[in-house]
């Protein structure tokens, strides 16, 4: 009988899987960040608990290019600055990327507030211009023109906190208690330059990253950066707790307790 490819993997196919996505090389991306101090009380009511607002109220957009062979992927988010335990980071609140591949990994094992969107880098000699957008609406832009290298920084680490997490079968709360993850990436930049423009915020339904406004621009930049990620389940957080923020998840909430419609399975 034909392999029927549905059917079990051997253990050795499942340990050549992990030996390969454990020897990828490094992967180049080209990004542009733009950081804000916004408003803090809104910084602050975006945070589920146990995260706690960081000094100052920054808001980060990294909007990237990866051009993989014969895969070239955007990817994207908008995130503002946390704290948990001491440890400083950054609490995404949507994460747009143009392949569902690139959703899949990140957002069932580490909680990340994946969708699918699309993402724009475009640089026409100094001119730059980025943005992330979803149902037709551009709702981070920022453009501007390239100012001046900048000096290269040191490998760093950087720390992303999300919220792992089951909706329930019968609709009501959890299956399981949410987990806090510590998602740690180690960057490593090749090329920096500083940009002179803007953050433009637009309004969207569905992504209303416009109620974290530009009260002062802190940095734009555009360079070559790689890196690599772990995650850590850094506690179990309460479901109740939780519950008010489960919409900064989904477009329409009430997706998740949808269906397929009677007679379609």
Known sequence: MARVRYGARTEAEIQAARS????LPDIWSTGVVAVWESDPDAVAAVLPPPLKPAERPLVRANISKVDLPGYPLGAGSVAVAAVHDGQEGWYPLVMPMTHERALIGGREVFGEPKKLGEVTVERDGPVVRA???RHRIAFVEVRGTVAGPLPLPEPTR???FYFKFLPAVDGAGFDADPVLVHCVRN?????LERIAGEVVLRESAFDPVADLPVRRLVEITIGEKTTDQKGRVAERVSAQALLPYIHQRYDDPQQILDGPPQGSV
């Open 20 to 23: 390969a996505s454990s020897k």
């Open 131 to 133: 943005s992330l957008a």
């Open 158 to 160: 950087k720390t992303d």
């Open 187 to 191: 960057e490593k930049v090749r090329k």
